[in-house]
């Protein structure tokens, strides 16, 4: 079992949409609209990721109550440093890795790499200031990987 979607709130759309659909490569498929039940409206924007069980959504909200100053960062709001909270994709070979680490430098992005031994990450930060990952697992676990 695999969660279907993670959704977020953003600010700019616009800038959402350009790093997630044309750099990250994730299509738009689905946007909704309707009310929010405190008040006012909101847009919903489905990014298919993998196939059509696998989504990244965005809220766009409109005269939402208590919405005029929020933040976007997931670290930031629950005020812990940025890599904690942060959003992590898999990929599934080192040349896809690759791949999208070039992407992102070709867009302009700073790309943080390591090696974390079991896996082997690149991190960048998304519009919100989210921090985003493309993992690859690299190793197997043992019961010694389960003590604490």
């Known amino acids: 079992m695999g969660y279907h979607h993670l959704a977020l709130a953003c600010k700019d759309i616009q800038a ?3 790093f997630y659909e044309g750099v990250m490569g994730f299509e738009l498929v689905k946007v909704e609209i309707g009310p929010v039940p405190e008040g006012g ?3 919903h924007f489905f990014y298919r990721m993998e196939d059509d069980s696998k989504f ?3 809220w766009e909200m409109h005269d939402v109550p208590g919405t005029e100053n929020f933040e976007t960062s997931i670290a930031k709001g629950a005020g812990v440093p940025d890599a ?3 959003i992590s994709f898999d990929v599934s070979s080192r040349d896809d890795l690759q791949q999208r680490r070039q992407d992102w430098l070709d867009a302009g992005l700073e790309v ?3 090696d974390h031994n079991w896996c082997h990450s690149i991190y ?3 519009p919100n200031d989210n921090l985003v990952e493309f993992c690859l697992t690299t190793g ?3 019961e010694a990987d389960r003590e604490t």
């Open 56 to 58: 990244i959504a965005f």
């Open 124 to 126: 960048t930060k998304d």
């Open 41 to 43: 409206w909101a847009k």
């Open 16 to 18: 959402i949409h350009d």
């Open 84 to 86: 904690i909270n942060h």
């Open 140 to 142: 197997t676990f043992t």
């Open 112 to 114: 943080i790499e390591i």
